[in-house]
């Protein structure tokens, strides 16, 4: 079972940037979708953003749009998230995760490989 390993979560005030970081130490085999869920105390799992393998296509919850950015970097394994002008409303644990195939899913369901969670704390 491959673990994804996040990093980059800590304490910001409102209006600052983060970037979340994720590496997939092992090897998924073929092209695979790679995505950031998040998880509020009390509240459901949910999507974030997903990227293909290529980068070339990517999706957003509304909540992201205009704000978060997420990028790859193959060579590295590696898996970004850029996240500006935050909000009190974006703290929660991020969680890196990834599927096989090049559908951009929305599910947590669909994922089978995760890592164990950052955590994003973002003061008013």
């Known amino acids: 079972q491959v673990q994804l390993v996040e990093s980059g979560g800590g304490l910001v005030q409102a209006g600052a940037s983060l970037r979340l970081s994720c590496v997939v130490p092992?090897?998924?085999?073929?092209?695979?979708?790679m995505g950031w869920f998040r998880q509020a105390p009390g509240k459901e799992r949910e999507f974030v953003a997903a990227?293909?393998?290529?980068?070339?296509?990517?999706n957003y919850a509304d909540s992201a749009k205009g704000r978060f950015t997420i990028s790859r970097d193959n060579a590295e394994n590696t898996v970004y998230l850029q996240m500006n002008s935050l909000k009190p409303e974006d703290t929660a644990v991020y969680y890196c995760?990834?599927?096989?195939?090049?559908?951009?899913?929305?599910?947590?369901?669909?994922?089978?490989?995760w890592g164990q969670g950052t955590q994003v704390t973002v003061s008013s």
């Open positions: 092992g090897r998924i085999p073929g092209s695979h979708v």
């Open positions: 990227v293909t393998w290529s980068g070339s296509s990517s």
């Open positions: 995760t990834a599927a096989g195939g090049t559908y951009l899913y929305t599910f947590h369901w669909e994922y089978p490989y």
